[in-house]
């Protein structure tokens, strides 16, 4: 009787502690949290950044495709056009649509304040040109592709200053 006593005594203790855990860990607290100070919006608002006042990319990016445009009208047909438009900077554009081994004349234009480096690649071949953002006028070079895509890079160490405008045609 001894032995069923001393057993029954741990199974019961073991019951009440955990009965005593399961209600600690679901019941309310036993001590009221004080009451938080209510702060007002204005003293825990932070003053909003004032934005830096800074060109309008768009505006730049229509005054570089202008200079390519020049009177507005390209002095290209259609049929030659493979692609054309504006870059972010740093950015580049691909087209996938050209073979290897085709001939291109790229021309490549910028505005506002600035310089910015266009860049080619296709396969192994590159080539690079830097223009002058402050001169009107547009940069063309010929180019060669080395595998069956082209890409279009711009960098430029003032971004935010700067338009872009290329244009890839095949030579008439």
């Not at 938080?36 to 006042?53: K, L």
């Not at 690079?128 to 070079?141: G, K, L």
Request: charged share 20%; aromatic share 4%; glycine share 8%.
């Amino acid at each position: 009787m001894h032995r069923f006593t001393r057993h029954t005594g741990r199974v019961l203790a073991a019951v009440a502690l955990l009965a005593g855990l399961t209600t600690a860990c679901s019941g309310p607290s036993a001590t009221p949290k004080a009451p938080q100070p209510r702060q007002t919006a204005a003293a825990t608002a932070t003053p909003a950044p004032q934005p830096t006042p800074r060109p309008d990319r768009e505006r730049l990016d229509k005054m570089a495709r202008d200079v390519l445009n020049g009177t507005g009208e390209p002095d290209w047909d259609d049929k030659d056009l493979v692609s054309s438009g504006s870059l972010a900077i740093p950015g580049m554009n691909v087209d996938e649509t050209v073979k290897s081994g085709t001939a291109l004349r790229i021309e490549v234009a910028c505005a506002g304040d600035g310089k910015v480096t266009f860049t080619a690649v296709s396969g192994s071949a590159r080539t690079t040109e830097r223009v002058d953002c402050a001169q009107s006028m547009r940069n063309s070079f010929d180019f060669t592709t080395a595998a069956p895509s082209l890409a279009i890079q711009a960098d430029s160490p003032d971004p935010e200053g700067v338009g872009t405008a290329y244009v890839v045609r095949r030579p008439a």
